[in-house]
């Protein structure tokens, strides 16, 4: 059986979704996202190991997607306990029960050093930091025997993007406003089908590796003409610098210095490993980018 932590955000709903059938979620409380679905459903303290405990089995399939985002960079300890703690307590429940793990890490932990892309700790953003500390917990017990895939998506896009995410929500500013102000900066974005395909590619295969998933990289001020252009409403775009932004990060919620921060990374993430050991062919952008636009409307 799979076992889905986070399957209310966009990518486990999505996955819920492509898995279809013997599979058990387990989560915080009830949620209309996840009333959708037909599939076993536990109620709980992810936060407690008896629970995780009793609701994983020996033969079971985990996969870790529950995290928390921290946007604002404040709650360390919360962080902390969601990103860290969490993932401990089932990497712990895994390696004991012998169970398969696919933890959901992300391309934000990577940083590149003498060419190659490395997970570090030393990060500025609380977010990062403590998916490094977790992400490093659940590699060194790879080497210990745990039966496990680490994947680092990089920006999900896609449809049913419910609640929604940063990524969303950007797509939807775009959406509903002629004049944008924007940063200098971009990132690399993927299909959430893509993503959720490699999971289920890593959930199902016996590799134990780790894997940058990552699609098509675009400059922000870039994507936002093409929205306009797929939607045929032309956009004036006004770009901030990024001193400025950040010290205006109080009166313009569209920006957190965190999100500043991350667009001013590298975006030239390799997939050729997840294209070649995961059998992975990437979706069109523009069918991405149609698909979301669709959903958010």
């Known amino acids: 059986m799979y076992i889905v932590t986070g399957a209310s955000g966009h990518i486990g709903n999505n996955l819920v979704r492509l898995l279809n059938g013997n599979t058990k979620i387990l989560l915080r409380k009830k949620d209309p996202i996840t009333d959708l679905f037909s599939c076993k459903k536990a109620y709980g303290n992810l936060l407690d190991k008896d629970f995780l405990d ?119 500013r775009v959406l509903n406003h002629r004049f944008l102000f924007y940063i200098r900066g971009g990132y690399n974005f993927i299909d959430v089908k893509d993503v959720c395909k490699a999971i289920k590619v890593a959930a199902d295969s016996n590799i134990n590796d780790d894997f940058i998933i990552s699609g098509y990289p675009y400059k922000i001020g870039d994507l936002f003409k093409h929205i306009g252009k797929l939607t045929q409403k032309r956009k004036f775009l006004i770009c901030v610098p990024k001193w400025l932004a950040k010290a205006s990060t109080v009166i313009l919620r569209n920006f957190t210095p965190t999100m500043i921060d991350v667009v001013s990374r590298p975006i030239d993430f390799d997939n050729t490993k997840m294209k070649e050991k995961l059998q992975i062919t990437l979706t069109p952008f523009d069918e991405t980018l149609l698909e979301t636009i669709a959903f958010l409307k």
């Open 54 to 172: 009793q609701h994983i089995n020996p033969s079971d399939t985990i996969i870790h997607l529950a995290g928390l985002i921290d946007l604002k960079n404040k709650d360390y300890q919360s962080s902390y306990d969601v990103n860290v703690s969490m993932t401990t307590y089932i990497v712990d429940i895994a390696l004991k029960k012998k169970c398969r793990l696919v933890y959901v890490s992300s391309s934000d932990v990577l940083v590149k050093k003498n060419g190659e892309y490395r997970v570090c700790e030393d990060q500025k953003s609380i977010y990062a930091k403590t998916k490094a500390i977790a992400t490093n917990y659940v590699l060194n017990k790879m080497k210990e025997g745990l039966n496990a895939v680490v994947l680092y998506p990089t920006a999900v896009v896609g449809a049913h993007d419910y609640k929604p995410s940063k990524t969303g929500e950007q797509i939807k």
